[in-house]
């Protein structure tokens, strides 16, 4: 068998809990830069500069203001949770912060359910405050005073959508701290085919790092996890980690051994993991609930059987990683490379807050970005402008872009419209601009008979699918610029069927453009209006037909924000639709209509909604979109009282609503 190499120490870094944290980081980097001047000397200048030369996420985290509590430490206080939508259960609960735990929240509990609880919770701390307020008044000001604190500590509960390409991203980001500050062999965990036993997401969250070199830099073993504690520390995130001579071992302990920093000595690797469960070894949930019937729970039950016959019944990746856990077999890593930073930095030889000299330093900057972008064929998506002040904490200008580009004079206009619309509290002794987030630029043949100028979109290259296309990019950029990435949204489609909840905002500029996958086949047929079916009832001219995708009447140009209700005229049942109806005062009478066309949520998303929309013409000429809401409900006092009421005691409630007009 192959012995370990002796001199190898590798170093697994686990970031618990990764999806929560990336949010709180995130929270942690908008409070640092609305930190107030009392904090300044909170901030390391090394930590300042790590950042500038990495990404935002390594931004300095300032404490918390003394005057009071602003919205952002209310949110880094408030539970946070993370969902997904899971095919089969629906949204589902995936992360969930140690507070969110402590109100009843697990892995795997339906959002709605989470929700509840913790409305049930803000409920009561409520109810809590109010007999607080109570006893105040009677005059127990100290007791009152104590209760109040505890019933404003109520805050909201945080959902997130589980967004896991931009926590790999997140993750390559620290990869590249790590590369920065403390050792450069950086990897992050290879994962298997399939989620290993105790990991509710199948996504990395560990990073292994060949430490063999480097610790004499900082004072041995120790001394390299207490500076890889700060450094956390510095971008606000916690990590388990251990130091041991195989990958298997130093993950193992930094999962599952108690202390949140281990160090393995080389020759004692059995006696260390002997006490860990045997989920330490990476392998499937299945695996495991065999190990478990047959009695065999740690990793000194495991290690103590002949390997032969574990191979034989459970299979070879069982013993495979045995090997590995012990360093008989090695187990490589691919390193990481980190893509190349375009990063580039100026210190000032006076600080000022002058507008134009600062300008004129940013075009000297962005010329040089620009250079290392045109070589590399890449376009800039996202910006950052950080600059350092001599008296405050850093102020960082971010820019995005619709899509990329390496145009220099548009790169210099948004970076300078953004520090036109800053006020600076204190002389800039520092400049450093960064590209974030790039992406290749995209090329097409120019026409022949058009000039360049006019059709010089913001990739970089012309192209002559449309004659304004070079129009667009600016404007949305330079919106954006001036206003902000928030304040310029797109529309986004979600999975929500109800129509007031079946999009999202997001921002419209600084994202990456993903490939949506195309399966090839049609979901909508061409239906000839000479084969649809109609009815005629009580003069109203009906289409049995649903709206097809295709049909530019599907849906209404406006939506109205809240539905308002109408009040039917004439006959009005499950099966019927009114012969008119009273809205504003006047009467409307239906002339045609199309429908019913059924939405209806799902059983996952709590109380179940049911709608039934139609398309009706009214006299006035105008086209209206109303729906009719059922519900079952008790007709008499009797039948509530009752456990298994007659059928005759329940009624449907119709309910009809205006809820958009396509003119």
């Known amino acids: 068998m192959k012995q370990p190499t002796q001199t190898k120490r590798l170093l697994c870094i686990w970031l618990t809990n990764w999806p929560i944290q990336r949010h709180r980081s995130n929270l942690a980097k908008q409070r640092s830069n609305r930190a107030p001047r009392s904090n300044r000397d909170k901030t390391e200048n090394a930590e300042l500069r790590g950042a500038s030369e990495v990404t935002p996420l390594a931004s300095s985290c300032a404490d918390s203001c003394a005057e009071g509590k602003t919205k952002f430490d209310r949110d880094q206080e408030s539970p946070v949770i993370v969902w997904r939508n899971d095919p089969r259960r629906g949204r589902l609960v995936v992360a969930a912060c140690p ?26 701390e409520m109810a809590r405050g109010e007999m607080a307020r109570g006893e105040m008044a009677r005059g127990e000001m100290a007791r009152g005073e104590m209760a109040r604190s505890r019933s404003g500590s109520a805050t909201q509960l945080q959902v997130y959508e589980h967004d896991p390409h931009l926590d790999d991203e997140s993750l390559q980001r620290v990869a590249n701290l790590i590369q920065a500050n403390l050792c450069p062999m ?6 298997g085919k399939h989620a290993w036993a105790g990991r509710p997401l199948h996504q990395a969250d560990s990073l292994i790092c060949e430490v063999s070199g480097v610790t004499h830099l900082f004072d041995g073993e120790a001394g390299l996890l207490d500076a890889a504690e700060k450094l956390f520390a510095s971008v606000s995130l916690v990590a388990r980690m251990s130091i041991a001579p195989t990958v298997g071992a130093a993950w193992a302990m930094a999962h599952y051994a108690r202390p949140i920093q281990t160090i393995v000595p080389v020759d004692d690797v059995v006696a260390a993991v002997s006490r860990l469960s045997i989920k ?21 039950q495991l290690l103590s059987l002949p390997r032969s016959g574990l191979a034989t019944r459970l299979g070879q990746p069982l013993v495979q990683r045995i090997e590995q856990l012990l360093g008989e077999v090695d187990e490589p890593c691919n390193a990481h490379r980190a893509v190349a930073e375009h990063t580039q930095s100026l210190e000032l030889e006076y600080p000022t807050t002058d507008q134009r000299i600062l300008a004129d330093r940013i075009e000297r900057l962005t010329e040089k970005i620009k250079d290392g972008l045109a070589a590399s064929h890449r376009g800039a998506l996202r910006m950052a402008c950080y600059l350092t002040l001599s008296d405050h904490p850093p102020l960082i200008l971010e820019i995005g872009m619709f899509a990329p580009t390496a145009d220099r004079e548009q790169l210099i206009g948004l970076l300078v419209g953004r520090l036109e619309s800053c006020r600076l509290k204190s002389d800039v002794k ?25 059709f010089r979109l913001g990739n970089g290259v012309g192209s002559p699918s449309a004659a304004g296309g ?14 902000g990435r928030d304040a310029v949204q797109q529309v986004l489609p979600t999975e929500n069927p109800l129509p007031e909840k079946a999009f999202r905002l997001a921002p419209l500029t600084g994202q990456a453009k993903r490939k949506r996958k195309s399966t090839g086949k049609s979901t909508s047929k061409n239906t000839s209006p000479s084969k649809q079916a109609s009815r005629h009832f009580r003069g109203h001219s009906v289409s049995l037909i649903h709206p097809m995708r295709s049909d530019a009447l599907r849906r209404p140009l406006t939506l109205l924000d809240s539905p308002m209700p109408l009040t039917a005229v004439g006959v009005s049942s499950v099966s019927s639709l009114p012969a008119g109806f009273h809205l504003g005062g006047r009467l409307h009478r239906v002339v ?14 709590g109380p ?56």
């Open 280 to 300: 330490a070894l990476r392998i499937l949930p299945q695996t495991v609930a065999t190990l478990d019937r047959l009695g065999v729970q740690s990793m000194a």
């Open 186 to 191: 950086v990897a992050v965990e290879e994962l």
């Open 470 to 483: 070079s129009s667009l990019p600016r404007l949305i950029n330079s919106l954006s610029g001036r206003l």
């Open 430 to 454: 520092q400049i450093t601009l960064s590209v974030t987030l790039s992406d290749r630029l995209q090329s097409a043949q120019p026409s022949l008979f058009q000039s360049d100028s006019l």
């Open 608 to 663: 179940s909604i049911r709608r039934d929309y139609y398309r009706v013409e009214m006299d006035s000429g105008g086209w209206w979109w109303i729906y009719r809401r059922l519900g079952k409900t008790i007709a008499t006092a009797d039948a509530r009282r009752s456990a298994a009421p007659h059928p005759s005691c329940v009624r449907t409630v119709v309910a009809w609503m205006l809820h958009g007009r396509f003119s």
């Open 99 to 124: 507070k969110s735990t402590a109100m009843g929240i697990r892995v795997g509990m339906p959002i709605a359910q989470a929700n509840e609880l913790a409305n049930e919770l803000a409920r009561g």
């Open 592 to 605: 045609r209509f199309w429908g019913p066309e059924r939405i209806e949520t799902g059983w996952w998303n």
